[in-house]
């Protein structure tokens, strides 16, 4: 009688120490900061002087810029679409006050800011940032949907006014500096909200935009 050779046990892969977790967060937390002051081109060693961590650590967690970069758009995205999930809690019963709450909430998360990030030489499609992604877009499609079926938000925009408006609107005008353009984002977002609410005002140019739209044009550009 042969016997059946023993199945070796799965090997257990070590968690990372809360210590570590903790030092990646401050990472991304500071350099998602810097790069809305100085660009995504800012020095490591500044990055990891904010942090409080030691340079070691900052390249141990991140030995390329783009892995830095993923991280802090990644992080960006879930942040936002933490918002997004929030304001429709908070909001259940007000349909157009939960997406006023998220575009001035999405605002303070500096997303204008940092969207000149998107531009540089990373993975785009990597599947963290694909699903990320789309449950950001699930949750403001939400929002926008619910205000529409509610008659609250004219019919003839769509999610990628929304996000278009929000890039530009809460995104710094050359020479001027992020402290100094913020006394304007709220002013200037309130004032677009309120063409949003139905009724309409004005007839609009065009059709509404949507999502796919945006990234079509993206890639073609």
Request: glycine residues 6%; aromatic residues 4%.
């Amino acid at each position: 009688m042969t016997s059946t050779p023993a199945t070796a046990p799965a090997r257990r892969v070590p968690r990372p120490r809360a210590d570590a977790l903790r030092n990646r967060e401050r990472i991304v937390t500071a350099a998602r900061e810097m790069f809305v002051e100085f660009g995504s081109q800012v020095p490591y060693d500044e990055i990891a002087r904010r942090a409080g961590v030691g340079n070691a650590t900052l390249y141990r967690n991140f030995p390329e810029r783009t892995d830095l970069v993923h991280e802090v758009v990644l992080s960006l995205m879930a942040r936002v679409t933490e918002v997004a999930e929030r304001a429709a809690e908070e909001e259940e019963d007000d349909t157009f006050a939960a997406l006023r709450r998220f575009t001035l909430g999405a605002a303070d998360e500096r997303v204008g800011a940092l969207c000149p990030m998107l531009d540089g030489a990373f993975d785009k499609d990597h599947p963290d940032l694909i699903a990320e992604r789309d449950r950001l877009e699930e949750a403001v499609q939400g929002l926008v949907h619910r205000a529409q079926q509610a008659g609250r938000l004219r019919t003839d925009v769509g999610v990628g006014d929304l996000m278009v408006a929000l890039s530009q609107l809460t995104r710094p005008l050359p020479g001027s500096g992020c402290a100094a353009f913020d006394q304007f984002v709220r002013r200037h977002l309130l004032l677009f909200l309120d063409g949003l609410e139905a009724p309409a005002r004005s007839e609009l140019p065009g059709k509404a935009a949507t999502l796919e739209d945006l990234r079509r044009d993206s890639c073609s550009s």
